[in-house]
């Protein structure tokens, strides 16, 4: 099973009948995938709906995701502004956003919108999601595609967010940060506690309920 | 009777000036009206200040103003699905301000609102605070964020009245609705325009008071 797809099956056990979810662009889209049978969700869309639905058959004037790509709505989409969707997001009515993580630290702090002099994207949605979903998942590669952990004791890029992080899911482990503890609650089936410390250059607690990641 | 606010295309370049500030409704380009960005483009007007969402690409949305060297200024959310604008900003080209989108469309209902800002928590502990005042509300820190306002707001609407009440399509409403506050004149670019009353009131988005000028878009 690729990376992806072990994250992607991972974070959609953390969804629960009824929730209202924003994903962020590139692999959180691919969580939909593995959600439960008959477990249902409202994806908001920040542009400003709530009932995203991939596209079926031809685009549609208007009908277009976060991204800009058109895309579908669900039956009982519903349409609003940017204040009203920032309302939404910002205002706790958001269950869970998911998003890509550049770097996440033991404070459950997250950098994912710049690298400076490389990459100046700007943060979109990304600060007022992070700061106001309920709960906060990021869900990204363990390392780097040099290898280097991306998990730290301390982002050394500009934050995106101070200390809204709840859960951290890569291929290789799931770490979840309650009261400021970062706390390593599972490891990918055939690792180990020491081949998460190889990789993972944050200080963290092991959980006395430590488990293997179920991606059945 | 209610004014009629529709104007030809012929009437529309006169109403913008060099050095004036826009702002754009649109999301990536989706909701922003292509006939006045062409106007902007057409009669070489310059040193714009631009507000909006994003810089869309090269060749979408208000992109082109940007490739063509119209605007010396953009305040925005992002500007990464357009390598031109990047470009631009690294080479001192154009003033890029980055604003947070939730803040963005804050500042502009702020701006519409008679409000002399918003105190939110999105920024905190980022660079965005840096200069800005902040305030401890019951135990949790906010930004104080101002108001925006432009000299010309430029809106894209599916159906228009004569008066000038809007209806958006879809994911094109955006920031439409809240630009349609922020700005001294208003003008929006519609699909269709019908005659007064037709438009059901409990269906207007836009209420017409808002809007000063309307004009048919051409047909694609």
Redesign the interface.
């Known amino acids: 099973m690729q990376a992806k797809e072990v994250i992607a099956r991972r974070v959609a056990q953390e969804f629960q009948d009824g929730y209202v979810v924003n994903l962020g662009i590139g692999l959180p889209t691919l969580v939909p995938r593995y959600l439960p049978a008959g477990m249902f969700i409202t994806l908001q869309s920040e542009n400003g709906f709530l009932g995203l639905a991939p596209l079926e058959g031809e685009p549609l004037p208007g009908v277009v995701n976060a991204g800009g790509q058109p895309c579908g709505l669900m039956p009982g989409a519903a349409m609003f502004d940017s204040a009203m969707s920032f309302a939404l997001i910002r205002g706790g009515h958001v269950d869970v956003t998911v998003l890509g993580g550049l770097q996440v630290d033991e404070e459950g702090n997250l950098a994912n919108w710049m690298v400076p002099g490389k990459m100046v994207p700007g943060m979109g949605g990304a600060m007022d999601l992070v700061t106001g979903a309920r709960k906060v998942i990021v869900a990204m590669e363990h390392c780097t595609k040099e290898g280097e952990p991306r998990i730290l004791d301390r982002c050394t890029l500009p934050l995106t967010a101070k200390g809204r992080v709840a859960m951290v899911i890569t291929e290789l482990a799931v770490f979840r940060i309650t009261h400021g503890e970062f706390v390593l609650i599972e490891h990918a089936p055939g690792a180990t506690v020491e081949d998460v410390r190889a990789k993972t250059k944050a200080r963290f607690a092991v959980s006395d309920e430590l488990k293997t990641m179920n991606l059945g | 009777m209610a004014l009629d606010k529709q104007v030809d295309w012929s009437d529309v370049g006169p109403l913008f000036r060099d050095g004036i500030s826009v702002m754009f409704g649109g ?5 922003t009206p292509d006939g006045l960005v062409s106007v902007l483009r057409e009669q070489g007007t310059k040193n714009l200040t631009l507000i909006g ?2 810089t ?1 690409a090269p060749e979408t949305g208000i992109g082109p103003l940007i490739s063509d060297g119209h605007v010396k200024k953009v305040i ?6 357009n390598p031109v604008t ?1 470009k631009k ?1 690294i080479a001192g080209e154009l003033d890029v301000d ?1 604003v ?7 500042r ?2 702020c701006g519409g609102a008679g409000l002399g800002g918003v105190l ?9 605070e840096e200069g800005k005042a902040k305030m401890v509300v019951d135990g949790k820190t906010f930004l104080v964020e101002l108001p925006l306002r432009a000299d010309v707001a430029i809106l894209k609407a ?1 159906r228009a009245d004569r008066a000038g009440n809007l209806v ?11 630009m349609a506050l922020a700005a001294d004149l208003v003008i929006a670019e519609v699909d269709e325009i019908v005659d007064i009353g037709e438009i059901d009131p409990d269906h207007v ?1 836009t209420p017409a008071a808002l809007v000063d000028k309307i004009v048919l878009a051409r047909r694609q």
Request: hydrophobic content about 40%; cysteine-free; proline content about 6%.
């Open positions: 999301f990536m380009g989706v909701g969402n994003d869309a925005v959310s992002h500007i990464g699905t990047g900003m980055l947070p989108q939730g803040t963005l469309a804050e502009i209902r939110t928590p999105t920024g905190v502990g980022t660079v965005v599916k958006y399509e879809r994911a094109a409403r955006n920031f439409n609705p809240i988005m």
